[in-house]
């Protein structure tokens, strides 16, 4: 998948966390139920061990991903700073199947599966290339903070 500028949504409108803590890129799709992020995994990443992107940093960069669906209905523009938090609080469901290394980029679609008020339970799978890294089924709950 070709990655152009101008068809990228910074995630940083629908996300708290910054680096080092930020495991997502771009939003290269967005749906009310739906989102595809990509990530390039930098060798300076605080879940890179052994040149891997360790099972940790999978998990988050799912967590991530999938909180963008809820989170976009705290963004109110591009001029406005939202301040939200945001947490997993089951997964219900994780299967890894291999582990990027430095320098690949990955591929994440999350599609929800419910939603009542600010919890969601999502579907999430992430890829580099054709090949499945990681499948999980997650519940978040998010809420914007004064």
């Known amino acids: 998948m070709e990655l152009k500028e101008d068809n990228l949504i910074n995630i940083h409108h629908f996300l708290p966390h910054r680096a080092p803590m930020l495991m997502?890129?771009?939003i290269l799709e967005l749906t009310p139920d739906k989102v595809v992020t990509s990530f390039d995994i930098k060798s300076d990443n605080i879940f890179v061990h052994n040149n891997h992107f360790v099972e940790a940093?999978?998990?988050e960069h799912s967590a991530q991903t999938s909180s963008s669906i809820l989170g976009q209905s705290f963004f109110k523009g591009p001029d406005v700073e939202t301040k939200v938090i945001g947490f997993i609080t089951n997964i219900k469901k994780i299967e890894i199947f291999d582990l990027p290394e430095v320098g690949d980029t990955i591929i994440s679609k999350a599609t929800l599966?419910?939603?009542y008020e600010n919890i969601c339970q999502i579907f999430c799978e992430t890829f580099m290339g054709e090949k499945l890294l990681i499948r999980t089924e997650i519940s978040l709950f998010i809420q914007e903070i004064e």
């Open 113 to 115: 599966i419910s939603q």
């Open 24 to 26: 997502a890129d771009y």
């Open 57 to 59: 940093g999978l998990i």
